[in-house]
C-alpha cells in the first residue's frame, strides 16, 4: 500500500550496532525474504515543512527513503518516491569504514543485486515553495555512499540476476545541488541508478549484466557542484551507472543552473575518484545509448581533472575505458532548435595534476574501445581549454578521447559570445595535448563528420575576441582544431574547419617534440613514432575579422605550426 509521512523537521539517523538503520518503506537490513512484486500501491511520500536530514551510522547503519535493505531480493513496480522539502535536504553517510552505512533515496541498498525495479520515479522537491536550502548528498567511508536512485553499492548483478533499474529522476527546486565523496574506498556520490560494481578483480564473464535506464533532469537556482573523493573509486557523477559497473544505460540528461563545475578527486596515491555529468563511468564496459546531456549554466561551466590517477572529469556519456557503443549528444548553452546561445559565463576546461586526470566536454573518454555516435555544442562569454601538468592530462572539447578506437560519427561547435577561445598547452605534461573536435592522441578507425550546417564541415568555432593555439614542451602537448590528433590513423570525412575570431588568430608551437599547433583535420605524429594518417574531406575556413592571422612554429622535431588538413609526417590523400 501507499505510504506518507509528514513532519517539520524529519530525521532519519541510523545507529553504530550492527543492522541499526533507520528507513522509510518496506523491506530493512537482510531483506533476504522475497518482497514479492509490489505495485502502484508502494508509492512512498515525504512531506517535510522543515528540513530533511539523513545521516548513516556505523555498522550497516543506513538512512534510507525506499524499499529494501543490504541483500534485497524481490521485484518493485510502479512504486514512485516523492520527496517534497522546504528547505535544506542533507544525505550523509558513515565515515567508518564498514560496509552499507550509507544515505539513499531510491529502492535498493547495498549488495542489492537481487532486485528488480521498473517504472518507479523519483521525485524531489518538485512542489512550489520547496527547496530552498541546499541538496547535499556525500559520500564518506568505504563502501559507504550517498545516493538519489535506485540500487546501491555493488548492486550491479551477479550470476544468479540481471539487475534492471528504471524511472525517472527529477529535481525541482534546489538552492544550490552539492555532491562530494569521500576518503574511503567507495565513498562515492550520485545521482542515478546504479552504484559501484565492484567488478575490478572478478571474472566479468561470470557476473550478470544489469540495464539502467530513466531521463534524469535537475534545476537549481545556485551551483550544480560534483567534487570526487581522497579515497580510490570514490567518484562523483550525475547518471546511471558507477565505477566498474555492468549495465547498460539509457536515458537523458537535463541540468538547469546557475553555474556548473565537474572536479576530479584528489586521491592521494589511491586511483579513479573522477568526476562525471553522464551516463556509463570508468571501467563500465557495456553500451550506453540515448544519453544526451543538456546544461544550461547562466554563469559559467567548468570541468576540472583532479590531482591522482585516473581521477578524470568529463561531461558526456562514457568515461575513462567505459567500452562498448557510445551515442548521445553534449550541449551546453545552446538551443538546438535555434542554434543560439541560451547560458553565458566562462567554460573551462583543464587537465589535472596526475597521469590519466583528462577533462572532457564530449562523448567517449580515454581509451575508450566502440563507435561514438553525436554531436558536441558548447558556448559561453569565453572559452578556455588547458592541459594538466600531468602525463596524458589532455583538455578537449568534442568526441573520442586519447586512445579512443572505432568510428566517431559527430560534429563539434564552439562559440565564446563575448571574449577569447584560448587552447593552452604550454604548462602540460607528456601526451596533455589540447584539442576542438572529434578524435585524440593516437586513436584509430576514423571519423565521419555530422555536418549540422549544412556543406563538409564538422568543426566550427567562433569567438568574439581572438582565438589562440598555444604548445607546450613535452612531447604531444600540441593544441588542434580539427578532427583527428597526433597518430590518429582513419579516414576523415566531411572533416571541414571553420574558424573564424572578432580580433586576431593565433597558432604558437611549443619547444616539445610534437608540440605542434594546427587548424585542420589530420595531426602529427604521436610520440611512440606513428604517424596520423588517412584520408581527408572538406574545406578549411579562418577568417580574422579585424586582426592578423600568426603562424610560429617550435625548434622541436614535428612542432610545426599549421593551416590546412594533413601534418607533420601525415600519410594520405588530404
Known amino acids: 500500500a501507499s505510504g506518507g509521512v509528514t513532519g517539520g523537521n524529519i530525521t532519519l539517523a541510523g545507529g553504530n550496532g550492527a543492522g541499526s538503520y ?3 518503506g518496506n523491506g530493512g537490513s537482510s ?5 514479492g512484486a509490489m505495485n502502484s500501491n508502494g508509492d512512498i511520500d515525504v512531506d517535510a515543512r522543515g528540513n530533511l536530514t539523513m545521516t548513516a551510522g556505523s555498522n550497516d547503519g543506513h538512512a534510507r527513503i525506499g524499499h529494501g535493505g543490504e541483500l534485497l531480493n524481490g521485484t518493485i513496480t510502479d512504486a514512485q518516491i516523492y520527496v517534497d522539502v522546504v528547505g535544506a535536504i542533507t544525505m550523509t553517510a ?9 544515505a ?7 549488495n ?5 525495479v521498473t517504472n518507479s520515479d523519483i521525485f524531489i522537491n518538485t512542489l512550489a515553495g520547496t527547496g530552498t536550502g541546499d541538496l547535499s548528498i ?16 555493488r548492486s550491479d548483478g551477479n550470476d544468479r540476476f540481471y539487475a534492471t533499474y528504471s524511472g525517472a529522476i527529477t529535481v525541482g527546486n534546489a538552492a544550490n545541488i ?18 559501484e560494481g565492484g567488478n575490478g578483480s572478478a571474472p566479468r564473464g561470470d557476473l550478470g549484466i544489469g540495464n539502467y535506464s530513466g531521463a534524469i533532469m535537475l534545476t537549481t537556482a545556485g551551483e550544480l557542484s560534483l567534487k570526487g573523493g581522497t579515497g580510490s573509486d570514490s567518484y562523483s557523477q550525475v547518471g546511471h551507472g558507477g565505477d566498474e559497473v555492468l549495465a547498460t544505460t539509457d536515458g537523458p540528461i537535463t541540468i538547469v543552473a546557475n553555474s556548473v563545475s565537474v572536479t576530479g578527486g584528489d586521491t592521494s596515491g589511491n586511483s579513479d575518484a573522477y568526476a562525471q555529468i553522464g551516463n556509463g563511468g570508468h571501467n563500465n564496459d557495456q553500451d550506453h545509448t540515448n544519453g544526451s546531456v543538456t546544461i544550461s549554466a547562466a554563469n559559467g561551466v567548468s570541468v576540472t581533472g583532479g590531482d591522482s590517477d585516473r581521477s578524470y572529469a568529463q561531461i558526456g556519456v562514457g568515461g575513462f575505458d567505459a567500452d562498448g557503443i557510445l551515442s548521445g549528444d553534449v550541449v551546453i548553452n545552446f538551443d538546438t532548435t535555434t542554434v543560439l546561445p541560451t547560458g553565458g559565463g566562462a567554460i573551462l576546461v583543464q587537465g589535472g595534476g596526475d597521469t590519466d586526470t583528462y577533462a572532457q566536454i564530449g562523448i567517449g573518454g580515454q581509451s575508450t574501445n566502440g563507435a561514438k555516435t553525436g554531436f558536441t555544442l558548447v558556448s559561453g562569454d569565453s572559452v578556455t581549454l588547458r592541459s594538466g601538468d600531468g602525463d596524458d592530462a589532455s583538455a578537449q572539447i568534442g568526441a573520442g578521447g586519447f586512445g579512443s578506437t572505432e568510428l566517431i560519427t559527430s560534429f563539434t561547435g564552439v562559440l565564446a559570445t563575448t571574449g577569447d577561445i584560448v587552447m593552452d598547452a604550454s604548462a602540460g605534461g607528456e601526451n596533455a595535448s589540447v584539442q576542438i573536435g572529434a578524435g585524440g592522441l593516437a586513436g584509430t578507425d576514423g571519423i565521419t563528420g555530422l555536418p549540422l550546417l549544412g556543406g563538409d564541415q564538422s568543426v566550427f568555432v567562433q569567438g568574439a575576441g581572438a582565438v589562440r593555439l598555444i604548445g607546450g614542451t613535452q612531447n604531444n602537448t600540441y593544441a588542434h582544431i580539427g578532427n583527428g590528433g597526433a597518430g590518429f590513423r582513419g579516414d576523415k570525412t566531411n572533416a571541414g574547419v571553420s574558424v573564424s575570431a572578432g580580433t586576431s588568430v593565433s597558432l604558437e608551437s611549443g619547444d616539445g617534440p610534437g608540440a605542434y599547433t594546427q587548424i585542420g583535420s589530420g595531426g602529427g605524429v604521436s610520440a ?47
Open 104 to 110: 539513499q533515496i531510491g529502492h535498493g541498498g547495498f
Open 528 to 574: 611512440a613514432g606513428t604517424a596520423a594518417n588517412g584520408s581527408v574531406t572538406g574545406v578549411v575556413f579562418v577568417d580574422a575579422a579585424a586582426g592578423g592571422i600568426t603562424l610560429a612554429s617550435g625548434d622541436q622535431q614535428g612542432a610545426y605550426s599549421h593551416i590546412g588538413h594533413g601534418g607533420g609526417g601525415y600519410t594520405g590523400a588530404v
Open 178 to 195: 552539492l555532491l562530494t565523496s569521500g576518503a574511503g574506498t567507495d565513498g562515492y556520490s550520485q545521482i542515478g541508478h546504479g552504484g
Open 31 to 35: 531483506a533476504t525474504a522475497d518482497l
Open 138 to 153: 556525500n559520500g564518506r567511508g568505504q563502501n559507504n555512499y550517498a545516493q538519489i536512485g535506485h540500487g546501491g553499492g
Open 22 to 24: 533507520a528507513s522509510i
Open 94 to 102: 558513515n565515515t567508518a569504514n564498514s560496509d552499507g552505512s550509507n
Open 112 to 116: 542489492s543485486y537481487n532486485v528488480g
